[in-house]
């Protein structure tokens, strides 16, 4: 399991800092944070507004991965980084995963168990709709966009505000926060994906498309996990 704890500090320069427990020289069971703070590219960026973590990828040997949104980026455009801490110091990962247009990307990122792939959130793309967009590192370097983006279907649906990969990266849960049920407003809903030659096929995994809320704001999927 994720063997750390991400505490984010949201609005502020210095963005995250990453600590850690006793497999990483943990003195007196306290946590001790690991290499420097990993700070905003601006003011207003949110950088920080969503972590994931991810151990011994294959791209980045013995090392851990982070992946951090700054959904505010460039007047509300969002971005993603990814860093990997390697020899005591965290380096970024590839360049800036920044979002093509208004998106609020950065949301929510999902890396799957190595840190070669990752999905990253924009609940505010197009009339609210939302999107997801799943990444893949080449060479080491450079992430290039895996399958097509998964745009939400209704307006104001808000998906993409929270994601979670399977672990080998071929399964995704995309949450639309804030879509509309048949009897309640704002219940939220849950949908699986499977990526298949190229394209990410929804519900092919999960009968029926995913949870329902019961209640208006019920917002039944704000945050959502696959193992």
Request: proline letters at 6%.
């Given at each position: 399991y994720k063997?750390?704890?991400i505490i984010r500090a949201i609005g502020v320069l210095e963005g995250i800092a990453l600590v850690g427990n006793k497999d990483f020289a943990i003195v007196d069971e306290a946590f001790v944070q690991i290499g420097a703070t990993l700070s905003a590219e601006a003011d207003g960026d949110s950088f920080g507004y969503s972590v994931d973590v991810a151990q011994s990828s294959s791209s980045v040997p013995g090392g851990t991965i982070v992946?951090?949104?700054?959904?505010?980026?460039?007047?509300?455009?969002?971005s993603a980084r990814v860093f990997s801490f390697v020899d005591g110091s965290w380096s970024q990962l590839g360049a800036d995963i920044d979002s093509p247009n208004s998106s609020f990307s950065g949301h929510d990122v999902s890396l799957n168990s190595d840190g070669t792939i990752l999905a990253v959130g924009g609940g505010n793309y197009g009339v609210g709709q939302g999107w997801v967009r799943v990444y893949q590192l080449s060479g080491g370097t450079?992430?290039?966009l895996l399958g097509d983006s998964i745009v939400g279907q209704v307006n104001w649906a808000r998906s993409g505000g929270d994601v979670e990969l399977s672990n080998d990266g071929t399964v995704l849960a995309v949450a639309a926060?804030?879509?509309?049920?048949?009897?309640?407003?704002?219940?939220?809903e849950v949908t699986i994906y499977n990526y298949s030659s190229g394209t990410w096929n929804a519900g092919s995994t999960y009968e029926?498309?995913?949870c329902t809320g019961t209640s208006d704001a019920n917002h039944c999927n704000h945050t959502i996990s696959l193992s």
């Open positions: 063997r750390q704890l992946a951090v949104g700054a959904p505010r980026n460039s007047n509300d455009y969002g450079s992430w290039n926060t804030s879509k509309d049920g048949p009897s309640f407003a704002d219940q939220g029926g498309g995913g």
